[in-house]
């Protein structure tokens, strides 16, 4: 399981000495544990990625908060910290596997300029997490147009 992965990680990088990383995993694991306890579940690997996407999103933001702040010390952090929530991740598809997808979708909905809604729901479903939502978008509006 991801959860047990990313324990063992923790409890590696805590024998290495390394902070920052033992920092990143432990607000990771605490954001598992709080959506555990919502749900009052253990999740599985699907669920634990989505928690690990939110996160990085959240880093993002905050990176790019401190870097239009010209606080640089504080986005090192935080892009160390991305970069540490990145290696869960399955690897990112390539440009030519998405486009396929996406023109598949369109073929198969015989989408138009007005159903890009449509096709990105297609899309999310069959790449599921493998590609960045915005980069989707992205491709699809400019196949549709």
């Known amino acids: 399981m991801l959860e047990a992965r990313i324990k063992q990680d923790m409890t590696e990088a805590m024998k290495a000495g390394d902070k ?6 432990r607000v990771l ?3 598992v544990k709080n959506r555990e306890k919502n749900l ?7 669920e634990v990625l989505a928690v690990i996407r939110a996160e990085i999103k959240q880093v993002t933001e ?3 908060q401190f870097k239009a702040g010209h606080r640089d010390e504080l986005a090192a952090k935080e892009l160390a910290g991305l970069t540490v929530l990145k290696l869960y991740l399955p690897a990112e598809m390539s440009e030519d596997e998405l486009v396929s997808i996406i023109e598949a979708a369109i073929a198969e909905l015989g989408a138009t300029k007005k159903d890009l809604g449509k096709v990105m729901k297609q899309v999310m479903t069959k790449v599921a997490g ?3 939502g915005k980069r989707i978008n992205a491709l699809v509006g400019s196949k549709l147009n």
């Open 130 to 132: 493998r590609a960045d």
């Open 20 to 25: 920052d990383k033992v920092s990143c995993l």
């Open 40 to 46: 009052r579940k253990e999740l599985d690997d699907q």
């Open 29 to 31: 694991l605490a954001a």
């Open 62 to 64: 905050s990176y790019e």
